[in-house]
């Protein structure tokens, strides 16, 4: 079949989520343009035509996954719902949408050390510039920046559950971490052919996590 030239035939998520299942494959390193490129049926040339470099796909790939998660939660967390019922929210968008798409939340955790070392010149086949260089630093720390805000709905919602008396105290910082570890990881282990479906995931991680974080006298041994 022949392969398309660089025009609009190819949507540009599409193009995205052929990237991200590739490196779910064969990870960063051993992944080309041109595997990406055949994943969609473009020329490595054409492929080019959209991004700059593996790089700066790479950094479309996870700000893809970053921004519909904020589209996602932020309203969870900004409502008027208790943080009980947010946080239990949260969680449950959250798996739901990497059970749709796990070969982003896949990149989420393994591609990011990729991310932070990429170094001057950037590396790939593309022509990059010193100009353009800098801008991926800049877009890569806005990225990591967006991250941390994402990171921080989780935490203001612990923070407001501990304060309300839902939650036990704990530290609010390493508790979103670990929650959104766990949630990440869904898209490393998770198989449409297995016998958890995304609501069941959502279920276990909610039960898990909020007993974790309910007051120990109501807990019941």
Known sequence: MARKPADQSVNREAILLAAADVLRQQGYEATTMKDIAARVNL???????????KDFLLLEVLRLGLQRAISQLEPIATSSLSATEKLTEMITTHIMDITAHPAVGAAMVFEIRALMNVKAPVRGFGQVTEQDFALFQRERDAFFQQRDQFEKLFRNTIRAGIEAGEFRSVDASIVAKA??????????????????????????????????LRERDLVKG
């Open 43 to 53: 020329t490595a040339a054409s492929l080019y035509h959209h991004f700059k470099n």
């Open 179 to 212: 929650m959104l570890g766990a949630q990440n990881w869904v898209g490393v282990w998770y198989r449409e052919t297995g016998p958890l479906k995304g609501p069941d995931i959502a279920r276990i991680m909610v039960d898990t996590f909020m007993a974790s």
